[in-house]
């Protein structure tokens, strides 16, 4: 059952919430804007917008889930935050082993600490692991991520705001690209997305196209829903083959 609005998952899992910014993507973070409407609503857990913090509370909320779900893990946050200690990090991976009738889709700037976390750990055969990249800036990213032994690597170039270049998808299952949303998004491009989805063809790596955000493809500002999640013509909602990479 579908919980969320994020396209390419089914529900959320936030074991912690808040972050900081590393990087140009975050200028515009959905998460932070979401979190202070959400300290000005009272939620409980936001009492101070986008601090950083670990929810032990929610730790074990997949395991009340008994059908399959896809969740993405900290949509509100970093899991590999530097403020996560690492015995936290231990206990979410526990409720993830314990429950593989899910699969978990973990996103991450940091890919820093996460290589280091994996050093001496392995990763679930659950979980689906990635990075995101915004620009060229960013995509060194991809061969920490390449390294880490993960029965699915993804990438997410969301909000893609500069043109990636060539990019080395080895090892790499799913690529999603997505332009960035609200009052100061930046525009995205079409050339920049249909390089990416050229270079996911000729590299046999699953491509989906998540939306247009704020700037449509005619270079227009308006309601993102208005411009859609079509990229030339076509709707690009590929998934990775999980059989193929999981065996």
């Known amino acids: ?37 959400l300290q000005a609503m009272g939620t409980a857990g936001y009492e101070n917008g986008f601090e950083f913090k670990i929810l032990p509370e929610r730790l074990y909320q997949p395991m009340y889930v008994k059908k399959p779900t896809k969740f993405f893990v900290n949509s509100m946050s970093d899991l590999f935050h530097e403020k996560m200690p690492f015995e936290f990090l231990d206990k979410i991976f526990e409720v993830i082993v314990d429950t593989p009738q899910h699969h978990y889709q973990i996103l991450t700037k940091r890919e820093l600490i996460l290589q280091e976390y994996f050093l001496e750990r392995s990763v679930p055969a659950n979980v689906w692991l990635g990075v995101t990249v915004e620009h060229e800036q960013t995509k060194h990213r991809i061969d920490v991520l390449r390294n880490i032994d993960a029965s699915i690597r993804f990438v997410s170039i969301e909000p893609l705001i500069g043109d990636v270049g060539f990019l080395n998808l080895d090892e790499i299952h799913w690529v999603i690209v997505g332009g960035e949303s609200g009052v100061c998004a930046r525009p995205m491009e079409p050339q920049w997305a ?22 449509g493809e005619d270079g227009v500002k308006r309601n993102k829903k208005e411009n859609g999640c079509f990229l030339s013509g076509k709707e690009w909602k590929e998934e990775p083959i999980i059989e193929e990479v999981a065996g």
């Open 194 to 215: 249909i390089n990416i989805q050229q270079q996911c063809t000729e590299q046999k790596v699953a491509f989906f196209f998540k939306q247009w955000g704020t700037w």
């Open 1 to 37: 059952m579908k919980t969320t609005k994020i396209e390419w998952t089914e529900a959320t899992w936030n074991p912690s919430i808040g972050c900081s910014k590393v990087t140009a993507g975050c200028k515009n973070c959905y998460a932070e804007v979401m979190a202070k409407r």
